[in-house]
């Protein structure tokens, strides 16, 4: 009787069977059924453990990162820009260093025919540079002042001493300032630079002699032994 009875309750222990149909097809209507997303089980976490905070991971997972990158990226512009404007110095000063040089080499190169002009000068004041010997000399100096020479002290400029050497001087009233008034040598300079200053004579300016007034009119000396009738006198 007892054993009946312990039967009978474990029988009504078990559990009931449960069957899951998995069937992707409907039987009934005979349409795909949409599959059943099993909801994931929460996993508690260890007693004791202190979980992420939300402030916490968003840092971890995406703030810190995009700092980090946002710096190295910023360090990496400067850079950039730092070497991209030493290399524009650079190209300016190596332009500015080859300008100076090639103009340099130019302003030798014509400084060293500065007696040849000369030599021609003086042979057109003399009546001596004519036919072809002419025509040679017209071209040279055509090419030289192309190439940016160019003479400079002529009569009736007035007077610098930056350009001009003084090797003469006298005064005249006929002029307001110093004023060259003879060149004996023509100076010469390419661009911006004097390569020869002019020998000139400089003339500078003197006030004309007072004329005398009325009252310091001369006596007029004495004629026959008698002395000179005053005017006031001959008015009387």
Same mark, same amino acid.
């Given at each position: 009787? #007892?054993?009946?009875?312990?039967?009978?309750?474990?029988?009504?222990?078990?559990?009931?069977?449960?069957?899951?149909?998995?069937?992707?097809?409907?039987?009934?209507?005979?349409?795909?059924?949409?599959?059943?997303?099993?909801?994931?089980?929460?996993?508690?976490?260890?007693?004791?453990?202190?979980?992420?905070?939300?402030?916490?991971?968003?840092?971890?997972?995406?703030?810190?990162?995009?700092?980090?990158?946002?710096?190295?990226?910023?360090?990496?512009?400067?850079?950039?820009?730092?070497?991209?404007?030493?290399?524009?110095?650079?190209?300016?000063?190596?332009?500015?260093?080859?300008?100076?040089? #090639?103009?340099?080499?130019?302003?030798?190169?014509?400084?060293?025919?500065?007696?040849?002009?000369?030599?021609?000068?003086?042979?057109?004041?003399?009546?001596?540079?004519?036919?072809? @010997?002419?025509?040679?000399?017209?071209?040279?100096?055509?090419?030289?002042?192309?190439?940016?020479?160019?003479? @400079?002290?002529?009569?009736?400029?007035? @007077?610098?001493?930056?350009?001009?050497?003084?090797?003469?001087?006298?005064?005249?009233?006929?002029?307001?300032?110093?004023?060259?008034?003879?060149?004996?040598?023509?100076?010469?300079? @390419?661009?911006?630079?004097?390569?020869?200053?002019?020998?000139?004579?400089?003339?500078?300016?003197?006030?004309?002699?007072?004329?005398?007034?009325?009252?310091?009119?001369?006596?007029?000396?004495?004629?026959?032994?008698?002395?000179?009738?005053?005017?006031?006198?001959?008015?009387?």
């Amino acid at each position: 009787m #007892t054993e009946r009875n312990e039967d009978t309750e474990r029988a009504d222990i078990q559990e009931p069977v449960v069957v899951r149909d998995r069937r992707k097809i409907d039987p009934e209507t005979g349409e795909l059924r949409q599959p059943v997303q099993e909801e994931a089980q929460e996993v508690p976490a260890a007693a004791g453990a202190p979980g992420p905070s939300a402030g916490q991971a968003t840092t971890d997972s995406a703030v810190a990162p995009a700092s980090e990158l946002e710096k190295q990226l910023e360090e990496r512009t400067t850079d950039l820009q730092r070497v991209q404007a030493e290399y524009a110095n650079y190209r300016r000063r190596v332009e500015r260093d080859r300008e100076l040089a #090639t103009s340099a080499g130019k302003a030798a190169v014509v400084g060293d025919l500065l007696p040849l002009l000369d030599d021609l000068e003086r042979a057109e004041a003399h009546g001596d540079l004519t036919g072809a @010997f002419k025509a040679v000399a017209d071209k040279l100096v055509g090419v030289l002042e192309r190439a940016g020479l160019e003479s @400079f002290g002529n009569e009736g400029d007035a @007077f610098d001493p930056s350009v001009h050497e003084a090797v003469q001087h006298s005064t005249s009233p006929e002029v307001s300032e110093p004023t060259v008034t003879a060149v004996l040598r023509r100076g010469y300079r @390419f661009g911006d630079r004097v390569l020869r200053a002019a020998l000139v004579g400089v003339t500078d300016h003197e006030p004309a002699p007072a004329q005398p007034t009325q009252d310091e009119q001369p006596i007029d000396p004495p004629v026959g032994g008698e002395l000179p009738v005053d005017a006031d006198e001959n008015a009387r």
